[in-house]
């Protein structure tokens, strides 16, 4: 058994779960060396002028200050979409903000955007260089988020500046307002607030794809009025979704649930609405937008129902921490 895989296999169920995922993480990028050597599993997927290796990526939050992009694109990710950044540095959340709920194999976290900001980020990326698919690099996905210290009013000037630094480095970059950590941050999700952010990042991103991404507690109206508004402005795509502020139908025990306190639910639990919300998204979108499916896709059949609800792209975490590093291969392998 190599070092990571025993990580991910008994470090995660038994470590303080920020921990275990520090030490996972190290031990894939160790593991580098030895990953890169493997084909990158699948089917290529063409979608907004970009080529994907396969249809299955790593959603935001794993990978937040771009440290391990090819090593996770080793474990079989066609795509890995790094952040969230912001404007500024910062902390996050005190700590514990990550917690298992392993009755159902879901994660409550309330990180709270800890990362190091657009400018590290930036020069972190140039770095690295531009690896492109057919260098066996993953699709580069850099998703950008408004600095806890800046009120809503100037949200637009903050996701500009992460624009502008990181647009150069990224194959498609995302918008996103759905994350339940920062207060307020989702309030930016009404379209009379949004379209100025949209328009101000699309103009500082020029020709790099665009999306944004929602959070699941949406109401249905305001999903569609998203999903108008993207296609008015000549976005690109949409995710859906981020993870849920709710705790229903869960098997974990009400004390449990208590335990892990405030932030945002994913795994499992969240598989009907993300599916019902991609569902009505495509509905409304038709072909015009790429929409990237996410939340509770655990296997193969998930990927599938995903992707029959009108996915063009998956995209995981909470599987990847519950299952181990061979969980991408095993989903893109199992998919026709
Ligand atoms: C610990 C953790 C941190 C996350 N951080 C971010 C983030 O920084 N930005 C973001 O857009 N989504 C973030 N997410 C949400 C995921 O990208 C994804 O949308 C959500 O977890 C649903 O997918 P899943 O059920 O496969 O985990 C985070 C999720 C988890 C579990």
């Known amino acids: 058994m190599t070092a990571y895989s025993f ?31 493997r084909r990158t599993p699948g089917r290529p997927v063409s979608a907004m002028g970009l080529t994907f290796p396969n249809v299955l990526g790593l959603a935001a939050g794993f990978d937040k200050n771009a440290v391990g992009i090819d090593a996770l694109g080793a474990l079989g990710f066609g795509h890995v979409e790094v952040g969230t950044v912001t404007g500024q540095p910062q902390p ?24 190091d900001g657009a400018e590290a980020v930036a020069a972190r990326l140039a770095a690295r260089g531009r690896r492109s698919v057919a260098e066996g690099g993953p699709v580069l996905g850099v998703n950008i988020g408004k600095s806890k210290v ?66 699941p507690d949406l109401a249905d109206e305001d999903v569609l009025a998203v999903a108008d508004l993207a296609t008015a402005i000549g976005l690109e795509g ?19 649930v208590a335990a892990a306190g405030a932030g945002g639910l994913s795994g499992p639990p969240l598989t009907g609405r993300a599916d019902k919300v991609l569902r009505m998204l495509r509905d409304r979108v038709g072909d015009a937008l790429t929409l990237i499916g996410v939340g509770g896709v655990t296997t193969v059949e998930d990927a599938q129902a995903r992707l029959d ?11 990847f921490v519950y299952e181990g590093p061979g969980w991408p ?8």
């Not at 859906?240 to 502020?245: E, G, L, Q, R």
């Open 309 to 319: 609800a009108g996915a063009d792209l998956l995209q995981g975490y909470t599987a």
């Open 238 to 256: 949409i995710i859906a979704t981020n993870t849920t502020i709710s705790r229903d139908g869960l098997a974990s025990t009400s004390e449990q």
């Open 7 to 37: 990580l991910f296999d008994h470090g995660f169920t038994r470590v303080d779960p920020e921990r275990a995922h520090r030490l996972g993480f190290r031990a894939v990028r160790a593991a580098r060396p030895v990953l890169a050597r």
């Open 92 to 115: 996050g959340n005190p700590k514990p903000r990550l917690f298992r709920l392993t009755a159902d194999r879901a994660v409550v976290n309330r990180m709270g955007f800890n990362n």
């Open 329 to 336: 291969r095993r989903i893109v392998r199992g998919l026709p």
């Open 150 to 215: 800046v009120p809503e009013e100037q949200a637009v000037r903050d996701y500009e500046k992460s624009a502008r630094l990181l647009a150069p480095h990224a194959d498609y970059l995302v918008v996103n307002v759905s994350s339940p950590n920062t207060p307020g941050l989702r309030n930016l999700q009404a379209v009379d607030k949004l379209e100025p952010i949209l328009v101000a990042v699309r103009r500082e991103a020029g020709s790099v794809p665009l999306l944004v991404k929602i959070a």
